[in-house]
């Protein structure tokens, strides 16, 4: 049983950065799958970006492509989105999530998690 908590949301102004992190216990996180998800007001949850079990491949959705990056620090088991140039299309909650297959792919649907945390708000203002 792996339990994720984020942490690191907050409220920025458009064109700001905030670097999300997805704290892991109970299981080392250097081979599970991780994503991180968003979902805002009236709208489905939806992939922003992912590392395969290895941390070798990521892969992010097109909408943050070149803006926001994921990495791992397999000693603090945590992951990190780190995310730059914030526009108030960003605002949601986000979420990151973990499961236990070793893919060569990044798993980009939400079915293919099965550890979540509580979710952290980031709320980009204009």
């Known amino acids: 049983?792996?339990?994720?908590?984020?942490?690191?949301?907050?409220?920025?102004?458009?064109?700001?950065s905030l670097r999300l992190s997805c704290a892991a216990s109970g299981r080392t996180l250097s081979s599970y799958a991780?994503?991180?998800?968003?979902?805002?007001?009236?709208?489905?949850?939806?992939?922003?970006?992912?590392?395969?079990?290895?941390?070798?491949?990521?892969?992010?959705?097109?909408?943050?492509?070149?803006?926001?990056?994921?990495?791992?620090?397999?000693?603090?088991?945590?992951?990190?989105?780190?995310?730059?140039?914030l526009n108030p299309e960003d605002t949601a909650l986000y979420y990151c999530a973990a499961v236990s297959k070793k893919f060569g792919i990044v798993i980009t649907t939400t079915r293919g998690y099965a550890y979540w945390g509580q979710g952290t708000q980031v709320t980009v203002s204009s």
Request: net charge positive; charged share 20%; hydrophobic share 35%.
């Open 34 to 85: 991780v994503g991180w998800f968003r979902q805002a007001p009236g709208k489905e949850r939806e992939f922003v970006g992912g590392l395969n079990w290895s941390g070798g491949v990521t892969m992010y959705a097109d909408s943050v492509k070149g803006r926001f990056t994921i990495s791992r620090d397999n000693a603090k088991n945590t992951v990190y989105l780190q995310m730059n140039s």
């Open 1 to 16: 049983q792996v339990q994720l908590v984020e942490s690191g949301g907050g409220l920025v102004q458009a064109g700001g």
